[in-house]
């Protein structure tokens, strides 16, 4: 009996392994979806910061800011939007692992296998590097090599510490799993990179999308980017990334909250 000959151009079957010119396509698809967009807006503001009038350390980097100001249940719903749209390429970075036959973000360790290593390894990770960049920005603030970072300016609403936790874990989930689970994953699939330039990589990446608060933003998370690398090479997860992530972010944005105004040494604009 003769088998069927498949349409050339379809789609391959669910778990067929697609060639490494179209893992390519797609990869660089999800990226222009999410942080490579967000590394060329990065590069644009940086290079309006330099240009503009006065040192860096006199012009702000604002984070989680208000859409309505007076409307507080419209800005509400725009938060919850923003959140929201930013986790759709997370969502289709699972589809295509599912697609792929590999079992979704399962198969980058971002599941509830192992819920007590993933927070445990990740608030162990977040005590070692938060207290580290946080002064780091200040001397970059003090040498004028980066913006004064304002990580959020929400109206006093009932919904405003609620919001900046979800925006953490918004920021944390896009991040790891793309920046490290995903990207790692193909580009060990369709290039010739050897494991330290695939690191490289996913550290200038991140580094890149956070060009925007300085040439300390950048750095800093470029060194967080390294470590994070090479701690989900030694974990086979990215679960405890993502809490790590979310917590310093959360310590951040919930931090500034209640400290502005308040102490002297943080940098406000």
Request: no cysteine.
């Amino acid at each position: 009996m003769k088998s069927q000959a498949r349409d050339p151009g379809s789609s391959p079957p669910l778990g067929e392994d697609p060639s490494p010119r179209t893992l390519r396509s797609e990869m660089y698809l999800v990226l222009a979806l999410s942080l490579g967009a967000s590394a060329v807006s990065a590069l644009i503001s940086f290079v309006g910061s330099l240009t503009a009038p006065g040192s860096l350390a006199d012009q702000a980097a604002r984070m989680n800011t208000s859409r309505a100001p007076d409307r507080p249940w419209l800005d509400l719903a725009w938060q919850l939007f923003g959140v929201a749209t930013a986790l759709v390429p997370v969502v289709l970075v699972a589809h295509l692992l599912t697609r792929e036959g590999a079992g979704g973000l399962r198969a980058i360790g971002f599941d509830r296998a192992r819920p007590a290593f993933d927070l445990t390894r990740g608030a162990l990770l977040a005590a070692a590097i938060g207290g580290s960049g946080l002064a780091l920005y200040l001397g970059a603030v003090q040498a004028g090599f980066n913006l004064t970072v304002v990580p959020e300016s929400l109206p006093h609403v009932w919904w405003r510490i609620p919001v900046l936790i979800a925006s953490a874990l918004q920021n944390a989930i896009v991040e790891e799993v793309i920046v490290v689970g995903y990207l790692l994953r193909r580009l060990g699939q369709t290039t010739r990179f050897s494991p330290w330039a695939a690191l490289a990589v996913s550290a200038v990446l991140r580094g890149s999308y956070h060009l925007y608060q300085g040439v300390g933003g950048m750095v800093g998370n470029m060194a967080m980017g390294v470590i994070f690398v090479w701690l989900y090479r030694r974990w086979g997860r990215v679960g405890p990334l993502v809490a790590a992530h979310a917590l310093i972010d959360i310590v951040a944005f919930t931090g500034y909250a209640a400290l502005e105004g308040r102490v002297d040494w943080l940098p406000t604009p």
